[in-house]
Every structure is written in C-alpha cells, then in structure tokens.
C-alpha cells in the first residue's frame, strides 16, 4: 500500500513538475557525489592523487566538470581490485555481482549489496507501472536477457536467460492467465522469439504481450516488422508497446527509456530528414534513439568527443562513478527544448508526458567504418536489413561490416534452413544501397557457415567492424 502510494506521488511529481526544476541541482549533487567517491572508495582517491587534484578544491560545478579527470574501464576496473573500488564497509556485504558484455575486451562491474532488494526492487515497479500500468494490470515479467543479469522486481518473474523455446511455454501456459505479459531482452533474440512464436502458434495480440528490448541498437525497420508480426502500431498503440531500454552494468540496468512519444517522435525523424538532423545532428541516415533519463539518479555531461559521462548521485550507490566515460555517443536535450522544437516542426501533439530531460544515443564512437573518407556506420546497414520484410524473416540479424578488394563488404548470417542464393543477395543489396553511398559486395552465409560469432550467440554484444 505504502509503495503503491510513493508510486502514485512520483507519477504526479514526473508529470505536473516544471521540467527545469526536476533538473535544476542535478550539478550541485555531482559535486557532493565526487566528496563522497573520494571519501568512500581507495581508488578513487589514488586517481586524485596520480592527478595532484586536491578534492578539497573542488567546490562547484564549474570546478567539478573543468577539474575532476574522466574515468573509464581502462583507468578504474581494469587498475583496480573491487575492494579499492567500493568502500571498504561495503565488499563484506556483497550479495550479488553483475559483469558488463566484455564488447570491448574488459569487464566493467555493478554490486548489489545485502539489505538493498528492496530500494532495487522498488525503482523497477516503479519505472514499469511509469510505463505499463503495472498497478492497474495483472501483469507477468519474463527477462531474457544473458545470463547473470537479474531483474529484481515484485512482479511475478521467469528468467528464462536465451532461450526462445523456455519463453513460448511459458507465453502458452501462463500468460493467458494475466492481463499483460511484459518481456525483457536483446533486439537479436526478441526477433528470434517473435518469429519462432509465430510459428508455434502465438497470438501476441491476445495475450497483451510488449517488449523492452536493450543491450544493443537497433533501427526502425526492425521495430516495424516485429511490429507488424505481433499485431500491434507503434505510433497509435499504447496498450502492447516495443519500448528500447539501454542501461550500463556499472549505473544500472534501466539508465535511459523510451515512451510511446519518443518513439513517435524517432519514427518521425526517420522520415524526416530535416527533423532528424536537428533533432540527432549526425551524419548518419539511422536515427539515434530518444531517451528519458532521470537526474535526480544521473547526473550528465558531454564530452568533447561526442560521448556523455555519467556521475552517479545516490548516497546509496555501491560503486560510485564520476564523470564516467562509457563510449557511447549522444547529446543532451532538455524536455523545454524538444517541445520548441516539436512546435517548430508543426508536431506538438508529439510533446512527452514525463517531464524527464533527454539524451540522443547515436552508437558508439568507434563504430564506424573509414572508407575512401566516407564513413560507414553498421547502424546505417541495420535500417536496410529490414527493410524487405521477406528478407527480414530469413536472417538472424547478424552482419559483419569490412573492406574486401578495396571495395566495403557485407556479409549476412541466415537463419537456420535459409539458403544463400544470388537473388537474395541483390534483395539485400538495394535495400542498403537506400541507407549508403558506397556500393557494396554483399556476401550470404548459411546459419552454420557463418564465421563470427558463433559461440555466444544472443549471450553477448555482436561486434558489425571487422
């Protein structure tokens, strides 16, 4: 009753608040945030002292954001050991560790400390009743993200980890029982399960089923046709939802989310290529995705190179961050300054009910392909992979981007059963050739002919550069 009711004051507080004022303090925080690193945790205060920063100086933000050094997995989890990480009150009490991907070669890591479950648990119902009317619908959580990544929420739970067949027995026998079955899990494996599903038989519709889907980007294109398989429009429905999600093992599981807004507001952009520069300001022709973010947990800056740096501002926090550096490429947008843009843009019924600010996360800053000094980004090859639905149905959703014979090649995973032939090979090629400049070789491979990547499939973040 009690969490209900917290629940019901922050909806109101996200909803009626002046956007300027759910951000206003956020940088003051960080600078408390930074007293408290130094104070709690060896190895940040060794960092201080390598950098002949005295902490005791750093009294504003403007001292915060042009004094206090970027840290990274290079510079803080691969020195370090985890107990010079944390406070040393804290390692004791571990009661469960998370590892990022390993996409970039090290591990970076989260702590959840014994005692902690319930202010956990209380952010995640929290954020998914923001979203699905948990409260008001009987509703069954199923995550299916990789192994070791727990979810902890009070909703009745099943972690099936990567296993389609696990989440169609359970779609069949238990969530016709419930209002609305809500499933976590990576782009790749949710096409995997929303096709699989489909052939067993599955009526999505029916049973009230919306996705969440994190760990990797994906384009439009994919949001359309799993769309279409599951019966449902991303721009008009709100009951059943295809929502993106990005988190960092580091900060959390949910640090950004979509709304059904942002996604009208990206599929808008995708369209509109004035909109979308404005709004992303790339060169890319694959719109970033617009995220909510809460800076009350985070606070966010940019970095000169295009990336944002977190700082995380709860006391509570088990492995404190300053101004940490992910590699992952976007910009800042406050809630005012999107909907004066909206209304410049003659869409102002697109304006997002959470008050929240906004980021625009674009990919990651190695991302990207030099060729002849044109630049390719895989993202770009993902908005053409499913762009035929025929050819959507037929590959996994794996490709590897390179330079072969001086020429950029691509070449594409199939299905299990799928045969490589020249005809779809061209199918592929035009709808890529829509996204890119370069003309492309395309090369097709059988699912099991396939040489990348084949021991951690849908486990793992797939790398597109060769």
């Known amino acids: 009753m009690i969490n209900n009711l917290k629940r019901k004051w922050i909806r109101r507080y996200l909803t009626t608040s002046d956007p300027d004022s759910l951000v206003s303090g956020s940088a003051g925080k960080a600078v408390s945030a930074f007293h408290r690193a130094v104070k709690k945790s060896e190895a940040y205060r060794r960092i201080m002292e390598v950098q002949s920063i005295r902490p005791g100086e750093i009294k504003s933000p403007d001292d915060f954001s042009k004094r206090v050094p970027v840290t990274d997995k290079n510079n803080f989890f691969s020195v370090f050991p985890l107990n010079e990480i944390m406070a040393k009150q804290d390692f004791p009490k571990i009661r469960n560790i998370m590892t990022s991907s390993g996409f ?3 591990f970076a890591f989260g702590a959840d400390l014994l005692g902690r479950e319930s202010s956990s ?6 954020a998914l009743d923001l979203l699905f009317n948990t409260s008001l619908k009987k509703t069954f959580l199923i995550n299916c993200t990789p192994m070791g990544v727990h979810v902890e929420t009070s909703l009745p739970l099943a972690e099936t980890s990567v296993r389609s067949d696990m989440v169609i027995a359970i779609l069949k026998k238990v969530s016709v029982h419930y209002d609305q079955t809500i499933i976590i899990g990576d782009p790749y494996f949710m096409k995997k399960l929303v096709e699989e599903g489909c052939e067993a038989g599955i009526r999505w519709k029916n049973l009230g089923v919306s996705l969440v889907m994190g760990q990797d980007w994906f384009p439009e294109t994919l949001r359309s046709y799993l769309a279409n398989l599951m019966e449902l429009d991303p721009e008009k429905t709100t009951d059943r939802m295809m929502l993106a999600t990005m988190g960092l093992t580091e900060l959390g599981l949910n640090v950004f989310h979509e709304t059904p807004e942002t996604v009208r507001i990206r ?4 369209r509109d290529g004035h909109f979308r520069e404005k ?3 790339t060169e890319k022709a694959a719109c970033g995705t617009l995220f909510h973010y809460y800076p009350m947990r985070f606070f966010l800056e940019e970095h ?3 990336s944002l740096l977190f700082t995380t501002l709860s006391k509570s926090t088990v ?5 940490y550096y992910s590699g992952d490429c976007g910009k800042l947008i406050s809630y005012n300054e999107l909907v004066r843009l909206l209304a410049q843009f003659r869409l102002a019924d697109l304006k997002p009910w959470l008050k929240l600010p906004l980021a625009t996360m674009t990919g990651r800053a190695t991302n990207v392909l030099p060729y002849k000094g044109q630049p390719l980004y895989p993202e770009d090859l993902k908005l053409g992979l499913y762009e035929n639905e025929n050819a959507a149905r037929q590959t996994t959703g794996y490709f590897v981007l390179s330079v072969e014979q001086e020429k950029p ?7 299990p059963g799928m045969t490589p032939s020249a005809e779809l090979g061209k199918v592929y090629s035009r709808a890529f050739q829509q996204y890119v400049k370069p003309e492309l070789a395309i090369k097709l491979y059988s699912y099991h002919d396939f040489p990348y990547g084949m021991e951690l499939n849908y486990e793992k973040k797939f790398l597109n550069l060769k």
């Open 319 to 323: 492995i404190p961050l300053i101004r």
């Open 409 to 415: 090649l691509v070449e594409v995973q199939l299905k």
């Open 121 to 126: 648990r209380f952010f995640v119902d929290t």
């Open 279 to 281: 709004l992303f300001g």
């Open 267 to 270: 599929r808008m952009a995708q």
């Open 104 to 106: 970039s070669g090290k």
């Open 304 to 306: 000169t190179d295009g």
